[in-house]
């Protein structure tokens, strides 16, 4: 009887836990936005100016054999240029370009002067002789006492 007793009261009181629970809801608050502790000691100013500027360099050593240069000027959204750079076959490559804010990066790529290639020669074969002495192995331990086993029975 204390069994059946025992039985109805838990499934009442499950029962009423889900009658009763009312649905989670998510916490409705926000973060607060970050403030820094100190203030900064410059003004964040960012002029809105169109970006101007023209700028030019070359480097020409016969010595090392390096001739290359990039000269650009760029007055808002419009970019020109050109750039040499000396190949390792001899002729110079030359490459103009523009740029606007609607056609994106338009090259035009030229060759200077004829290729030039070294003949090949294949490389000297030989055999070099090592530097070291050759490997001449240690004399074995040989025991001079060899035990002869013989069973007990």
Do not use: I
Not at 53 to 64: A, G, L, R, T
Not at 124 to 145: I, T, V
Request: proline letters at 12%; a neutral charge.
């Amino acid at each position: 009887m204390l069994a059946l007793l025992a039985c109805v009261f838990l499934a009442a009181v499950c029962y009423a836990d889900d009658r009763y629970r009312q649905p989670y809801k998510q916490p409705s608050y926000q973060p607060a936005p970050y403030q820094p502790s100190y203030k900064p000691s410059y003004k964040e100013e960012y002029p809105d100016h169109p970006a101007k500027y023209d700028f030019n360099w070359v480097v020409k050593d016969d010595y090392s054999y390096n001739d290359f240069g990039h000269n650009e000027y760029r007055d808002g959204d419009k970019t020109e240029g050109s750039y040499h750079v000396l190949l390792p076959d001899g002729r110079v490559q030359y490459v103009k370009y523009y740029v606007d804010g609607y056609s994106g990066y338009v090259a035009e790529v030229t060759y200077s002067g004829e290729p030039k290639y070294d003949s090949y020669k294949p490389a000297a074969s030989y055999k070099p002789e090592p530097a070291y002495a050759p490997y001449k192995p240690q004399p074995a331990y040989k025991p001079a006492y060899k035990p002869a086993y013989k069973p007990a029975y």
